[in-house]
């Protein structure tokens, strides 16, 4: 016992590399969510933030180019990738990515830095495939030929720019090719994130002041000037401001969907599907705290989320009820309600870089039946003169205008309200709704429309 307890006390810390190599090979064998487990291995093993910073580069750009990276590793492989065992085959993929993706590290550093990952959990056997692997993949790297989107633009599409195929087939259709890659390649750019400044205890210009003056670049939101954009490193989980209550991390798209509610007006609001809080946060703030804003969640876990939330920010306001929206335990009715549904998230997949690979195309009928079900269930809840507003953060058609369409159909009481005028007014479309795609600020994309019911 003794021994074994010396031993595990003096084990080699595990590198940045093998912690990369974790995340991914438990995204793979066990669909975990890449974020929480980078979050909990950086703390875990206490690394410095160059090395979290090196771990989150490699998990997350790994999962991002996945597509790419596999396509080229069956290039000189001479067996089937998906035939490795799970570390061998995301060791392989980690060292891929640093010699296609990243210059500053040397592809000899790359190489015997897999190698050595490779024995850990391998045999000798495994250890001289890695190596030999990748030293023929640093050898041609820089002429490969990738299939020409002359020929087959939905393969090219998705392999160059590290896409699900039936994701870029859909795109294809609608948007065409450019429009289509420069989608892509706004979901595989350099992450950024924004926050929204907790208006009841700073303002806008004095919490910018505050992360620039800790070392943070931030500069203010290109569509909600209130926001403030933030590159580079800022953990919330470890900052000050953020256990203050001074922020929180909101996308700055997403943050305009609170604003179509016309919260001014009414003094009772209901967040349908509420967890993990930011917009129901949003809208007590914008009301100083003062109205009552009830929060519905399925899940008690989730619930619990926005009330941590809340205690963090110092709200007072909010009202948490676990719940199924589909048959939503209120007898009272609301002015206000926001319907912010469960969906493909289609429109999220820069920020989530294993979303991409775990989503799939049967699940957008079945979301898209969910969300009319909790839209039909929360316009009996609306008072007369009430408004509701319906978001998500996808721009798939059977999950957008689709759903609205068929309610506006079915309840002839309500009508689309054009929103106030917001920072680029061709994101209002034709219909009334806010679209916001990724590749025009750099965003979440998100879809959303305001309807207001008749008395």
Known sequence: MGTARHRNRHRKKASARELAVSVLSAVDSRSAFSDPLISSYAARTQLSQQDRRLLTQLAKGTLRWRGRIDWVLSTVLDTELASLPTWIRNVLRVGAFQILFMDRIPVSAATDESVKLAR??????????????????????????????????????????????????????????????????????????????????TTSEDLLNRLLGAGTRAERGRLNPEMLRVEGELAPATDDAFQAGLYTPQDEAESVVCGLLDASGAATFLDFCAAPGGKATQIAEATNDERAVWCLELHPARARQIEEAAGRLGLRSLRVVVGDGRSAPFRRRFQRILVDAPCSGLGVLGKRADARWRKKEESIALLSRLQRELLESASKLLEEEGVMVYSVCSFEPEETHDVVSLFLQEHPEFEVRKPEP??????????????????????????????????
């Open 120 to 201: 850990q959990r391998g045999h000798p056997g495994t250890a001289g495939l890695v190596n030999a692997v990748l030293r023929k993949l640093a050898a041609v790297k820089d002429s490969i030929e990738y299939p020409s989107p002359e020929e087959d633009p939905v393969k090219s599409v998705a392999i160059l720019y590290s896409h699900p195929e039936w994701i870029v087939r859909r795109w294809l259709y609608r948007f065409g090719l450019e429009r289509t890659i420069r989608l892509c390649e706004a979901n595989n750019s350099v992450e950024h994130f924004s926050v929204r400044p907790n208006s009841l205890k």
């Open 422 to 455: 917001i920072a680029d007014g061709s994101l209002v479309d034709d219909s009334g709704a806010v679209l916001i795609l990724p590749d025009l600020y750099g965003t979440d994309g998100v879809f959303a429309v305001s309807m207001r019911k008749a008395g």
